[in-house]
T-cell receptor, first 117, second 110 residues
Framework: DADVTQTPRNRITKTGKRIMLECSQTKGHDRMYWYRQDPGLGLRLIYYSFDVKDINKGEISDGYSVSRQAQAKFSLSLESAIPNQTALYFC????????????????FGPGTRLLVL | GQNIDQPTEMTATEGAIVQINCTYQTSGFNGLFWYQQHAGEAPTFLSYNVLDGLEEKGRFSSFLSRSKGYSYLLLKELQMKDSASYLCAVRDWGNTPLVFGKGTRLSVIA
């Protein structure tokens, strides 16, 4: 079974709709991240969370919100979807780099392809 | 600010060696990572450097020079399945999230 899972894998929605993308992990990592990827722009950080009580904005958080329901679950919401939010969305997890032997490598889920019409 | 530069595209021949360069300017430094990403798929971790020098892992090696803000990924004995994008990412300090370059799309031709 995959260590980091995302649902749904594909989603088509209309402008103005609220949608939620979900991420679950079995790696036991405290840290979770949401990125979006657009052609020519690379991976850009939306939000990240270092533990259940910690939420931080990334580079492009406007128009998005997140919820860390448990150590293993981190959801991304688009409150009112717009066409320029069409992208490939990745969830990632990592360990704390300060732990003995840990490098803080980020491991990615399979991605959600979102199309906003 | 943070800036990570890598070539947009490269082409190499099956069986050959290719070097993908990455330069970075960040406020601090706490690790450089290389990922491989096939089209439409998730990035997968390839290598990690935090000290100067070469890290070798099978056909893949990664080099780091912190004083020059420079890294490269070396792929030997290229195979068609190595056609993918290669992402350079830096953690600038502490345990902050990785910042990614835009990736280098490598095409391996026969």
């Amino acid at each position: 079974d995959a260590d980091v899972t995302q649902t749904p894998r594909n989603r088509i929605t209309k402008t103005g709709k609220r949608i939620m993308l979900e991420c679950s992990q079995t790696k036991g990592h405290d840290r979770m991240y949401w990125y979006r990827q657009d052609p020519g722009l690379g991976l850009r950080l939306i939000y990240y969370s270092f533990d259940v009580k910690d939420i931080n904005k990334g580079e492009i958080s406007d128009g998005y919100s997140v919820s860390r329901q448990a150590q293993a679950k981190f959801s991304l919401s688009l409150e009112s979807a717009i066409p320029n939010q069409t992208a490939l969305y990745f969830c990632a997890t990592s360990d704390f780099a300060g732990k003995t032997g840990a490098t803080g490598t980020q491991y990615f889920g399979p991605g959600t392809r979102l199309l906003v019409l | 600010g943070q800036n990570i530069d890598q070539p947009t595209e490269m082409t190499a021949t099956e069986g050959a060696i290719v070097q993908i360069n990455c330069t970075y300017q960040t406020s601090g430094f706490n690790g450089l990572f290389w990922y491989q990403q096939h089209a439409g798929e998730a990035p997968t971790f390839l290598s990690y450097n935090v000290l100067d020098g070469l890290e070798e892992k099978g056909r893949f090696s990664s080099f780091l020079s912190r004083s020059k803000g420079y890294s490269y990924l070396l792929l030997k004995e290229l195979q068609m399945k190595d056609s993918a994008s290669y992402l350079c990412a830096v953690r600038d300090w502490g345990n902050t999230p990785l910042v990614f370059g835009k990736g280098t799309r490598l095409s391996v031709i026969a």
